[in-house]
């Protein structure tokens, strides 16, 4: 079964620094896009970072500059280095895979089961 597995969430405080991991496992050979969304509460999901399989990035203009997207095409896993960290940043954050390129064939907008960020003092 291909699943995408998020880690890395918790509490830090305003100023502080968190990376997230995401993980794609199920004989993948490769990905399109894989991106970071959030939900903050009672808002809409929203995009704030993705990466190509070949490594183009792209941020939302909120955490352009604070925030780093990464991947290890190797392990399958992406990663969201967040630096200087701001209690807006503080949200559900989910991984998503626009395809996967599996043993069995393509899997389309693959979601995580989300990961909590909470930024407080």
């Known amino acids: 079964q291909v699943q995408l597995a998020e880690s890395g969430g918790g509490l830090v405080q305003p100023g502080g620094s968190l990376r997230l991991s995401c993980a794609a496992s199920?004989?993948?050979?490769?990905?399109?896009?894989m991106g970071w969304y959030r939900q903050r509460s009672g808002n809409e999901r929203e995009l704030v970072a993705s990466?190509?399989?070949?490594?183009?990035?792209n941020y939302a203009d909120s955490v352009r500059g604070r925030f780093s997207i990464s991947r290890d095409n190797a392990k399958m896993t992406v990663y969201l280095q967040m630096n200087s960290l701001k209690p807006e940043d503080a949200a559900v954050y989910y991984c998503n895979a626009d395809r996967l390129i599996t043993s069995r064939g393509i899997v389309f907008n693959l979601w995580g089961q989300g990961t909590q960020v909470t930024v407080s003092s």
């Open positions: 199920g004989s993948i050979f490769s990905f399109g896009v």
């Open positions: 990466i190509t399989w070949g490594g183009t990035t």
